[in-house]
Structure formats: C-alpha cells, structure tokens
C-alpha cells in the first residue's frame, strides 16, 4: 500500500505544479490525443533520456506519427521496461489545420513511481508558438521499479 500512495501522490505533484494547468488568457481547445510509447531510455539518476514513437490522434484529420525525445533533470530512480503515455491536445482556437502542428519543444514537470507496475503523470507546454497543452488522459502506466521527480523537456518531431 506504500507505494500506491507514493504513486498517487507523485501524479498529484505533477498535476498541481504542471504550467499547462496554469491560467491563461488564451482560450484552447481539444483537439486530439497524443499516445507515445517507450523506444529507448537511458537514466543517469539526476538525467535521464527517454524516447518515444507517439501517434497523435487528431479529430477529423488523419493520425500523424512523432518521434518524442525527453530529458528529465531531477532524481531519477526508475528502470522501466515498458512505459505508455497518453495525453489530451489542447490548442488555441487559432491553430493551424496543418499537419506537424506538435512539432517543437515543450516544458513541465513529471511524477512517477512503481513496483512492477507503475504510474505517473507529466504535463507539458510548447510547440505551436509555445500555446499547445499537452495534458495527462490519465496517468502514465508503466512497468519496472523506482520512482522520480523532476523537470521534463519534450521535443517532438514528426516522423518521415
């Protein structure tokens, strides 16, 4: 029972810290969903890099495939076999149709912890003139052991 509260309260940190949840004179919209799946990590403790093939999900628009490479700096205790992450697109109203709309760089914070099977929670900011919210679907289900906190940084990139 330990760590289901370790891991609640994790998703909770994140969620409450996230600068996506913050307030902002810019009203957004949904417009999809991002899936990203673990391809490669590394973890050096207080760094770690951690690709994804991600498919976004748009309404009423074909599915676009990303390449989503993420750096985390902070502790960092976790060896993960498998991680999946979803979140809920979020953009202004005035956002281009155009395909690679994700593209760019984005910023939040990130939670997780996990025995076997874990879960977190991360929301970031950036992309289309740094106005996309990517905002956790539910919190990340992953398996492996450990638990981290930090700062995250996403570039995605669409793939070929």
């Not at 029972?1 to 902002?24: D, F, G, I, K, T």
């Not at 690709?51 to 599915?63: E, G, I, L, S």
């Not at 495939?65 to 076999?81: F, N, P």
């Not at 979020?90 to 760089?105: C, F, R, S, V």
Request: aromatic share 4%; proline share 2%; hydrophobic share 45%.
């Amino acid at each position: 029972m330990h760590m289901s509260r370790l891991s609640v309260a994790a998703a909770a940190l994140a969620l409450l810290a996230s600068p996506s949840l913050a307030q902002s004179g810019e009203a957004r919209v949904e417009v999809g969903e991002l899936r990203c799946e673990l391809t490669d990590r590394t973890n050096l403790v207080l760094v770690s890099r951690t690709t994804f093939a991600c498919a976004f999900n748009r309404n009423a628009q074909p599915t676009e495939a990303y390449t989503a490479e993420v750096t985390a700096v902070g502790i960092d205790l976790e060896m993960k076999s498998s991680e999946v992450i979803r979140w809920l697109v979020l953009a202004p109203t005035n956002a281009k149709d155009d395909a690679g709309i994700l593209e760019g760089d984005y910023g939040g914070v990130s939670a997780s912890a996990s025995l076997g099977v874990g879960v977190g929670a991360n929301a970031l900011v950036g992309g289309f003139d740094k106005s996309i919210a990517l905002n956790p679907l539910s919190v990340s289900g992953s398996e492996g052991i450990g638990a981290a906190l930090g700062v995250e940084g996403m570039a995605l990139t669409l793939a070929d």
